[in-house]
């Protein structure tokens, strides 16, 4: 009987031994637990913490390794996200990641200016999924669009079948239709029906979408006058980084029309852009014998004479404008950026002080505001006469987030920090950006609330990953003790 009552003691014990394992493996912390919860700070933009979760589990997981080679594209830190790209395939791929890797792979040499690299990285993927295959396709077209062959790009928009796309990827096709196909059919009405599509929004694919405008800038502008239409189009290229798609369009503004010369000078300014120097100052050398009088090109002339580093002729040709009785706030700025050019800060603070003086009453705060940049950002008299150009743009102009921004910035290096928090708080209201956001955290932390300062800091990084601003807002966090 004890033999007994011992044996069935003993099972009793075992069952709960193996109970109680079990309840130990069920909740033990599972690896893909932790990369399903970074994949929802990724997905909700949330960078820097998705980014400590992926490193931490790469050594083990090739997923992970992937998706922290994404994170760092988006952060611009090329070569360490080439290194976690190549380590994720060399650990093992899915068919589906390694693509998306792949795709990757060809981005970072295209972010190099390796156009010819990212192309042949593409045109590797001989066998994928449809919609990775789709998504090479236009990759490839928006090289061919931003290096001028805009036939080509257009036929592969046109030819991508919409149903093979994921949400994002298949209203960018239709966006870019719409966009590029006006300039070979003005008269066209764009299709903007959405199909239904099989696939799931593709969040690590997300990034990879080229820039594109807003629906309501891109409808405004087809909306336009038809005189219009080619100018405001060319302007939205530009604004985009397309400068030989702009060119194409500025090409189509009737020269004789109402926006001919804008049209004209806009060439000019993106020959300038593209690097074709010589053609953007013969074309704006054509133009001020044209129109002498016209305010607006004998500076930008001076000015392209600056950026091509001919110090001397742009000094001349300023030279030469003064001489003739040209004056204004245009020339004014021409000639603070010859002084910025030569290191004279003393001159180049006289000449936006001209600026705001040959303004017209209603704009003087306007060039009140960019000689308060001026100040803040070359710290040259940023506690003098920058905050007193800061202050004044400030009051002219309560609610425009720029004014409100550049306030910011000036009380917090000149010491003012509750002031600082005051007006980057006003310019978010206002609708700022990440420097304001950026100012804010560090006013916060100054003023004592360090919890909410490391925060705004935080969001400055994840806001504005491949920037300036994400590496200042990570040099402050280090600084003040951010883990």
């Known amino acids: 009987m004890i033999a007994w009552r011992w044996r069935q003691f003993s099972g009793w014990v075992t069952l709960a031994l193996v109970a109680v394992a079990a309840v130990a493996l069920a909740l033990r912390p599972d690896s893909y637990d932790s990369l399903r919860w970074a994949d929802e700070r990724f997905a909700a933009g949330q960078y820097r913490a998705a980014l400590a979760v992926y490193t931490e589990l790469a050594a083990t997981l090739s997923d992970a390794a992937l998706r922290r080679g994404v994170v760092l594209t988006v952060r611009g830190e090329i070569d360490p996200a080439r290194r976690a790209l190549i380590a994720a395939i060399k650990a093992g791929l899915r068919p589906r990641d390694y693509q998306l890797a792949v795709l990757y792979l060809g981005q970072l040499a295209a972010l190099e200016g390796d156009t010819a690299t990212a192309r042949q990285t593409w045109q590797t993927l001989a066998q994928c999924d449809p919609d990775r295959c789709a998504q090479r396709d236009l990759l490839l077209a928006d090289d061919d669009l931003r290096n001028g062959r805009i036939a080509e790009a257009l036929a592969v928009y046109r030819s991508i079948s919409l149903a093979q796309l994921p949400a994002g990827w298949m209203e960018f096709v239709i966006g870019r239709r719409a966009f590029v196909g006006a300039l070979f059919d003005q008269a066209a009405t764009p299709d903007g ?6 696939f799931l929004p593709d969040l690590l694919a997300r990034p990879l979408l080229p820039p594109t405008p807003t629906q309501t800038a891109l409808a405004a502008a087809l909306a336009a006058d038809p005189a219009a239409r080619p100018q405001l189009l060319g302007q939205l290229a530009l604004d985009l980084g397309y400068d030989r798609l702009a060119l194409a369009f500025f090409a189509q503004v009737d020269p004789a029309g109402p926006h001919g010369l804008a049209a004209a000078i806009y060439r000019a300014y993106t020959h300038l852009r593209l690097g074709d120097r010589q053609a953007g100052v013969e074309q704006l050398e054509q133009l001020a014998a044209t129109y002498p009088d016209d305010p607006r090109i004998g500076p930008m002339l001076a000015l392209a004479y600056l950026n091509d580093g001919n110090l001397d002729a742009a000094a001349e040709r300023l030279q030469q404008l003064r001489a003739a009785g040209h004056g204004g706030p245009a020339l004014a700025l021409a000639q603070a950026g010859l002084a910025i050019a030569q290191r004279d800060f003393v001159a180049a603070a006289d000449a936006y002080e001209q600026a705001v003086l040959a303004a017209p009453v209603a704009e003087r705060v306007r060039y009140a505001m960019l000689a308060a940049r001026f100040h803040l ?11 007193l150009a800061a202050q004044a743009a400030a009051n002219g102009l309560p609610n425009d987030p720029e004014a409100l921004t550049i306030l910011a910035g000036t009380r917090y290096y000149c010491g003012d920090a509750a002031g600082a928090q005051v007006a980057a708080a006003a310019a978010l209201e206002a609708g700022a950006g990440v420097e304001a956001r950026f ?3 560090l006013a916060l932390s100054a003023t004592g609330d360090v919890a909410s ?6 969001l400055v990084a994840d806001q504005a990953p491949a920037s300036a601003w994400r590496q200042r807002a990570e040099t402050a966090l280090e600084l003040i003790g951010v883990k």
């Open 439 to 441: 100012y804010y955290g």
């Open 377 to 387: 950002d070359s710290g040259f008299e940023r506690c003098t006469s920058g905050l």
């Open 193 to 198: 029906t959405m199909p239904a599509t099989p």
């Open 453 to 458: 300062g490391r925060a705004m800091l935080e």
